[in-house]
């Protein structure tokens, strides 16, 4: 695998303007607070993985970048647009269009094909013509290695093939930033590998992308930067070979040891 260092930097990976700033974000769930005061940044072109124990709130602040989760203060800018601000829901939509977002559980369309999956969002939402669709469905289909795949159904592939549909299905929006959401979590371990490789080839070709995951070895291999939450906070950001060799705060290498234990 071509290290990290050695990704292709494009211009916008030089700009110091982040693609996501998150600005004292709270969130509360009753009187759980989930989120409290997160302040942080990816910037363009960083690759971001997300990691800590189960429930401290790694998915509410991935969900909160293109408003699956309300926030009840702070302020969370995409690309200099604040997420959060009153909006109509075709503004909204609009936003969130520009937001590639894979989920843990595929939510791919059961009655369409994987091409069709493909292509409906950029006929509905862009206005892109069928023939364009279809072209640009199976070069991302080509991409992910599932070009032979086209004309099946989400029922007829294997939990791997379902997720790599749907990180082209989120490409063909062309979107600036790519949010993962837990990717591989509900996949067997054989097919993990399949689903991190097309990750790796995102990142290599210098694309914005935050992931929460558990795959410590992606986080090694292919993170800018490992941030590390517990209790609703970031308690440590640093780059993956600092974070894994010397972390600081006494919770992660608490959440370091229990992972080299098991």
Known sequence: ???????????AAAEDVPMIL????NKWYGDYQALTDVNAEVK??????????????KSTLIRTVNRLEEIKSGQLLFDGHDIHAPMSSVALNKLRSRIGFVFQSFNLFPHLSVLENIMLSPMRVLGVKRA????????LLERVGLANKAGAY????SGGQQQRVAIARALAMEPPAMLFDEPTSALDPEMVGEVLAV???LANDGMTMMCVTHEMNFAREVADRVWFMDAGQILEKAEPETFFKSPQHPRAQRFLSDLRAH
């Open 199 to 201: 990750m790796r080839s």
């Open 44 to 57: 363009k072109g960083e690759v971001v993985v997300v990691c800590g124990p189960s429930g401290s709130g």
């Open 154 to 157: 989400p029922a007829q592939l």
């Open 1 to 11: 695998m071509t290290p990290v260092s050695d990704r292709a930097a494009s211009p």
């Open 22 to 25: 998150f600005s004292s974000i």
């Open 132 to 139: 364009a669709a279809r072209a640009k469905a199976m070069q």
